[in-house]
């Protein structure tokens, strides 16, 4: 297993309470989940908005330190690495924001984004080498000296995912990429992410609320509700036969693109 | 008004006062210290080359005020600068780190600004002594909240969105995302406060003059210049007036550049 999350739950302070003095109390927002990746695979993780997936994929990245359980990378428990002890692991592991505009600092140029990725991880941040990854996810290297809000949504996307792939990542969290693109762009975007997988052998962990999405990108599926996974499995298996009522409920939510004959009559 | 003019009047009248601060022994028509008893309380034009007229020892209005350039600039970007200085580093440690950092700094700024704050300086002068940098060091002391409060929010709020999650997943420290990723955008803000901060320390040293705690008497100072001109003011107004002109100019520049600076960086208006 490239990673793997063993009985890890998260607890989170109540921002909901103020307190004057002590501890906040504590959420738990995930409860006890256990997820495992291996190399080249790919999971989407699915929910409403809220069921912690997104918490669920920072967590494998140990941007946040779980509360009980075990995370492991590569064989190596990282669950309650220090960040010096994770720095040489970041440059394998990297994630994908769901909004651009606020995961691009808006005082750095494209350029400067992509030299400071490479540079922290003791990379080549030469003009030459920050082009190639600009052409690889298709930006014109002209992009080098633009600001973020200079670039369209999708342009800025398509700079998030050079960012993470600059780096050469075995494992990938993806978080909702294509929830804030357009349809076109979706496909397009969707296609570059397909296209890095199969050449770079990415484990990618695909976090998104579309099943559609999910369903022509993933091999495997978790279903998260409330902090828990509530059903997991191949793909085509979950679609097929969903377990729960909460997954049939999310599949039947996918809009289909039948006609019913005569419907621009009524 | 349209901000680039509020800009272009309020900093060009500040580069006006450092070229005067700069070059007082070139352009005072006097020695503002030396007097001439004969010429007391002339009114503005009567003595020959006492443009403002002369206060009651009779020295020259305008070459004292000339000189007084020097102090109150001298403060506004000295006192301003480290008071900026000092907000500014907690402002950005408590928004950052939150928990018990953020708890510490906001406690201290909810208790110092419990205290009034011309009280606060006059007492504070009294215990360092009078002279500039006690003027200079109260100003330091009363207003780093100013800029602790503002930049702290806005430093919560910068360090909620993505972009300093995504230098942690690159494997950034918490130092280098605080000065490199956070840091470039806090600034504007701060950029405002300072102007607007300079303007306030042009008062405060004002007042603290006024009731003789700044700069030694033989300093002329604008606020000295006015507490004299006060004793005076039904024989010769002019003492009064012209200090208390350039010191509400001064002020006003500061608070028009602070006000165009915020409409010219935030992006909201700028559409």
């Not at chain 1, 495992?36 to 994929?57: D, F, I, P, Q």
């Not at chain 1, 990297?94 to 030299?115: C, E, K, V, W, Y």
Request: charged share 20%.
């Amino acid at each position: 297993m490239l990673i793997e999350a063993r009985n890890i739950s998260l607890d989170v302070p109540d921002m909901s309470h103020q307190v004057l003095i002590g501890h906040r109390r504590k959420l738990r927002i995930l409860k006890n989940v256990s997820i495992a990746l291996k190399k080249g695979e790919t999971v989407g993780l699915v929910g409403e908005s809220g069921s912690g997936k997104t918490s669920l994929g920072r967590s494998l990245l140990r941007l946040h330190e779980p509360s009980e359980g075990q995370i492991l990378f590569d064989g190596q428990d990282i669950t309650h690495a220090s960040a010096a002890e994770l720095k040489p692991l970041r440059r394998r592991m990297q994630m994908i924001f769901q909004d651009p505009q606020s995961s691009l600092n808006p005082r750095h140029t494209i350029g400067s984004i992509l030299a400071t990725a490479l540079k922290l991880n003791g990379m080549d941040a030469s003009d030459k080498s920050i082009a190639a990854v600009l052409d690889r996810v298709g930006l014109p290297s002209s992009a080098i000296r633009r600001y973020p809000h200079q670039l369209s949504g999708g342009q800025r996307q398509r700079v998030g995912i050079a960012r993470a792939v600059a780096l050469k990542p075995d494992f990938v969290v993806a978080d909702e990429i294509v929830s804030g693109l357009d349809v076109s762009t979706q496909a397009q975007v969707l296609d570059l992410l397909k296209g890095l997988r199969s050449e770079m052998g990415l484990a990618l962990a695909f976090i998104s609320h579309d099943l559609s999405v999910v369903r022509s990108l993933c091999e495997r599926v978790v279903i998260m509700k409330g902090g828990e996974i509530i059903e997991e499995g191949g793909t085509a298996e979950v679609f097929a036969a969903p377990r729960t009522a909460f997954t049939r409920t999310l599949i039947d939510s996918i809009p289909l693109p039948e006609v019913r004959p005569g419907w621009l009559d009524s | 008004m349209p901000r680039d003019l509020r800009i272009w009047l309020g900093g060009g009248f500040i580069l006006f006062l450092i070229l005067v601060a700069m070059f007082a022994p070139l352009l005072a028509p006097f020695d503002p210290l030396e007097q001439d008893l004969m010429a007391a309380t002339a009114a503005p034009g009567v003595e020959p080359g006492h443009w403002l007229g002369t206060d009651s020892l009779g020295r020259d209005v305008l070459s004292r005020l000339i000189y007084g350039t020097r102090i109150a600039l001298t403060v506004a970007f000295v006192a301003a600068a480290l008071a900026c200085l000092l907000g500014t580093t907690l402002g950005l440690l408590a928004g950052y780190y939150r928990g018990w950092v953020d708890a510490m700094v906001s406690r201290l700024v909810d208790i110092w600004m419990a205290f009034p704050p011309v009280l606060l300086s006059i007492l504070l002068v009294a215990v360092l002594g009078a002279g500039l940098t006690s003027v200079i060091i109260a100003i330091v002391v009363i207003d780093w909240t100013r800029f602790a409060r503002v930049v702290r929010a806005e430093t919560q709020q910068q360090a909620r969105l993505e972009y300093a999650e995504a230098a942690s997943a690159l494997g950034m420290g918490h130092g280098a995302i605080l000065w490199r990723e956070v840091l470039p955008n806090v600034l504007p803000v701060v950029l405002v406060l300072l102007s607007l901060e300079m303007g306030i320390a042009v008062i405060v040293e004002a007042i603290l003059s006024f009731v003789g705690l700044s700069v030694s008497t033989d300093t002329p100072t604008w606020g000295g210049m006015i507490a004299e001109g006060r004793q005076i003011i039904y024989q010769a107004w002019w003492v009064l007036v012209f200090p208390l002109g350039a010191l509400f100019l001064t002020v006003l520049a500061f608070n028009q550049l602070g006000d165009g600076l915020r409409q010219w960086l935030d992006p909201m208006l700028k559409r």
